[in-house]
């Protein structure tokens, strides 16, 4: 029922209350190495690069590149059947599976962008430069979870981007 529902104004200022009270938790203090390792990290030869082509990559306004990707023809009669099943749903004309596949390379590929920028220590490469700054600076404790769990290098809470 309507009335059984709490006014607006009564949950905001509840809310508020909490917010200032019980919820109003501090943030923890950043670590006292993390900006010098942040700063040491960004002046790297390769995160500058890094830097160069991801801005270059997020600004390009060009025409798409036509690249030539091999694939094994059952796999595009699969892409080609699923695409004809979902256009029937929806009402419309299969589209090409050069289009479809030029989709998915460029979804896979924007991902990849996104991931990178918000985060380039999830990957490898990245990952590995940030620890071993962690190790030279002596703080161990800020490296970033790779795949080779042997190295004894205990993992972050998250990641520092």
Not at 82 to 109: C, M, T
Not at 112 to 126: A, E, G, K, N, Q
């Amino acid at each position: 029922m309507p009335e059984d529902k709490p006014s607006a104004p009564k949950v905001d200022e509840a809310l508020s209350a909490w917010e200032r009270g019980a919820g109003d938790t501090p943030d923890a203090p950043p670590h006292p190495k993390l900006a010098t390792l942040k700063s040491r990290f960004a002046a790297h030869t390769d995160v500058c690069s890094l830097e160069d082509v991801l801005s270059t990559a997020m600004n390009d306004a060009g025409d798409a590149v036509p690249v030539t990707v091999a694939v094994q023809p059952g796999l595009l009669a699969l892409l080609a059947h699923i695409e004809k099943l979902d256009s029937a749903r929806v009402g419309r004309n299969p589209a090409p599976p050069s289009r479809l596949l030029a989709q998915i390379v460029s979804n896979h590929l924007e991902n990849l962008l996104h991931t990178i920028v918000t985060d380039p220590t999830s990957h490898p490469h990245y990952a590995a430069l940030w620890n071993a700054l962690c190790a030279a600076e002596g703080a161990p404790e800020l490296a970033v979870p790779t795949d080779d769990a042997a190295n004894g290098t205990p993992p972050a809470d998250r990641g520092p981007f």
